[in-house]
């Protein structure tokens, strides 16, 4: 039967793990487990045997097929006689083998994502590549996905990943599971990964059309084995608390149609309470750390906790993305700091040229993330300041170029001036 919903991205980190510990690969392992996976689709499609389950039957299949190659680059050589014995064994006992197979992979008790992220993290790679390694092979974002998210063009997304498997074969030959220690070394990185997870998706399914498209859902399952892993760390809470309580408020970003909503229109009725409240929990707990995901939670708090959007505490969150910045200095930090602050002070009235003005320089000069984001802040304000020509004239632009549809359609939306 088809692989049912959510199956695909259980039994994928498993299949990897599997051949990279068996080839010595992880450039191969994530090769030949794509291979495989075509093939499970294509016997299915061929009327074949039932799969009982895909995360065995692939690695068998894959198994045998980087065998098959090994053995014609190494005819001179002939490979082990226990390797030639494995290719003539019948499918159904390499099932069995290889379902034992990925049981003792999974000796350690690590979750497989966190051990390919963990692997994928490696000091000896650079920590751009780093990066995108980990965001590919693990978290299955696309090239065009990664580059968008780190502010590079695709073809320097691509590079770093082929730097990346090339550094960690060089300096690790064969692939293994860092240890406990080394883990711990290599934890921050692997909380941003999730992290840079989660925000590709937040930025760019407003409404996921089923579980197999909810790449949120995959990194609060990641989230979920960090914390697992690491239930007292701040950081690891904190990057929980986020998540959770980005997707408790996500049914409340579009409408009935797919348009998306502003803060204002939003009926927070909609909101999951009880991953909220969970939500608000890690937040809690992340509030004796003082890291970037601590603070990011503090500020998803007092945004999941408002009553309403003009009964949100603008200032004190201004104050945090302020303090964030210090912390993390990303475009996107201060773009966010600039809309706090004009959200405090729009009550008052006035004051708010300087923080155009800094809004201004972010939509020339920054990332294309980050200046898409300061675009749409001063359409914003200028719609709730009264200038709705110069506010439809901006949406009418962004409409052009954004490709979230959600966000395309409250662009038009805005982008006709009322009577």
């Known amino acids: 039967m088809p692989l049912g919903t959510g199956e695909f991205e259980e039994a994928w980190p498993r299949i990897v793990r599997a051949l990279a510990s068996f080839t010595g690969s992880l450039d191969d392992a994530e090769e030949y487990a794509a291979e495989a996976v075509a093939r499970a689709a294509a016997h299915e499609r061929d009327g074949g045997r039932p799969i009982e389950s895909y995360a065995a039957w692939c690695t068998s299949v894959a198994k045998r097929a980087w065998l098959d190659d090994a053995r014609r680059r190494t005819v001179e050589r002939r490979l082990a006689p226990e390797l030639a014995t494995e290719l003539t064994r019948p499918e159904a006992e390499h099932t069995a083998m290889d379902a034992d197979d990925l049981a003792f992979h999974a000796g350690d008790g690590l979750d497989d994502r966190l051990a390919l992220l963990f692997v994928a993290c490696d000091e000896a790679i650079s920590p751009a590549s780093r990066m995108v390694l980990a965001l590919r092979v693990v978290c299955g974002l696309t090239i065009p996905e990664i580059a968008g998210h ?27 599971v860092p240890d406990e220690v080394e883990r711990e070394r290599r934890l921050p990185v692997v909380i941003a990964c999730v992290a840079g997870m989660f925000t590709v998706a937040h930025r760019t399914v407003l409404d996921p ?22 239930p007292a760390d701040t950081e690891v809470r904190g990057l929980r608390a986020v998540i959770r309580l980005g997707l408790a408020r996500r049914p409340g970003r579009v409408d009935e149609s797919g348009t998306g909503l502003a803060l204002d229109e939003v009926d927070r009725a909609r909101w999951d309470g009880p991953l909220l409240r969970a939500g608000l929990e890690d937040a809690t707990l992340a509030a004796a750390g003082d890291g970037r995901f601590a603070i990011e939670a503090a500020i998803a708090g007092l945004h999941s906790s408002a009553r309403s959007f003009e009964r949100t505490d603008w200032p004190r969150i201004a104050q945090l993305y302020g303090a964030l910045e210090d912390r993390w200095p990303s475009p996107s930090v201060r773009v966010a700091r600039l809309v706090a602050t004009a959200h405090a002070t729009l009550p008052e009235g006035g004051g708010l040229d300087a923080v155009e003005a800094e809004l201004a320089s972010l939509e020339r000069g920054a990332p294309a993330y980050a200046s898409r984001d300061a675009s749409l802040a001063l359409a ?29 359609r409250f662009c038009l939306r805005r982008s006709v001036t009322p009577p």
């Open 209 to 230: 059309a089923d579980a197999l498209a909810d790449t949120g859902r995959q990194a609060l399952s990641i989230a979920d084995a960090l914390v697992a892993a690491h």
């Open 380 to 408: 914003d304000l200028e719609w709730r300041t009264g200038r709705r020509e110069e506010a439809a004239a901006r949406y009418r632009d962004l409409a052009e170029v954004i490709a979230v549809e959600p966000l395309r």
């Open 150 to 176: 780190l502010g590079v063009q695709e073809t320097a997304a691509a590079a770093r990943l082929t730097r990346a498997k090339r550094a960690l074969g060089e300096a690790r030959g064969a692939f293994h």
